[in-house]
């Protein structure tokens, strides 16, 4: 059983920065893509970024591109989220998830086999 533990959220001003975690269990965390979503109160959850297994591919959603970082150290078993330039639309719960395979392609198409609890993050104007 794989667990994923998102860490980070908070309370920022717009224009701010916050960096989120997610943690996973199991032996099998390398091999597999990784993939950031959120949820805003009212909305429903959309793909935020992806990494693959190596860490060598990425990719963004438009409304995060050239704000947002994704990363990963396969070594600790943990993906990152780094959030700059924040803007009040970015307030939501943030979760981690991990793919069914390696590529952040199936990620994006959805293909996704576990998921953490969440993580608030609320962006003040």
């Known amino acids: 059983q794989v667990q994923l533990v998102e860490s980070g959220g908070g309370l920022v001003q717009a224009g701010g920065s916050l960096r989120l975690s997610c943690a996973a269990s199991g032996r099998t965390f390398s091999s597999y893509a990784m993939g950031w979503f959120r949820q805003a109160p009212g909305k429903e959850r959309e793909f935020v970024a992806a990494i693959s297994w190596s860490g060598g591919r990425t990719v963004y959603a438009d409304s995060v591109k050239g704000r947002f970082t994704i990363s990963r150290d396969n070594a600790k078993n943990t993906v990152y989220l780094q959030m700059n330039s924040l803007k009040f639309e970015d307030t939501a719960v943030y979760y981690c998830?991990?793919?069914?395979?390696?590529?952040?392609?199936?990620?994006?198409?959805?293909?996704?086999?576990?998921w953490g609890q969440g993580t608030q993050v609320t962006v003040s104007s």
């Open positions: 998830a991990r793919s069914a395979g390696s590529d952040p392609v199936t990620v994006v198409a959805g293909r996704l086999t576990y």
